[in-house]
């Protein structure tokens, strides 16, 4: 078994992809009808929604972390791409992988 000094950074988590235009985002407020308002890593509020195929498959609560998509025509508007769970929020803040502006996890 070689020895290896060199750790090698492996994160086990999705994480946004930057070239999509993808965010990281906190749930401020759920409005109803599949509709959140999110708080996204780059000072804005956007309303969101939860596509259909996401919609009864994973529950979103308030002060989840999500992956949003911001709209290419009107930036004040988003997709939710991905929720993740507890474990995985507090992962992402322990390895400082969230920025300062959403890191609720501390």
């Given at each position: 078994m070689p020895e290896n000094t060199e750790e090698e950074n492996i994160t086990r988590v999705i994480v946004?992809?930057?070239?999509?235009?993808?965010?990281?985002?906190?749930v401020e407020?759920?409005?109803?009808?599949?509709?959140?308002?999110?708080?996204c890593e780059d000072g804005y509020t956007r309303t969101t929604r939860i596509p259909g195929k996401m919609k009864k498959r994973m529950w979103i609560r308030e002060?989840?972390?999500?992956?949003?998509?911001?709209?290419?025509?009107?930036t004040?508007?988003?997709?939710?791409?991905?929720?993740?769970?507890?474990?995985?929020?507090?992962?992402?803040?322990?390895?400082?992988?969230?920025?300062e502006l959403i890191n609720i996890f501390k």
């Open positions: 946004p992809n930057k070239r999509k235009g993808e965010l990281y985002g906190i407020k759920l409005s109803g009808g599949s509709h959140l308002s999110v708080m002060n989840d972390l999500v992956i949003v998509k911001p709209w290419q025509f009107q004040e508007k988003a997709d939710i791409v991905y929720r993740y769970t507890k474990t995985q929020a507090n992962y992402l803040s322990r390895n400082s992988a969230l920025p």
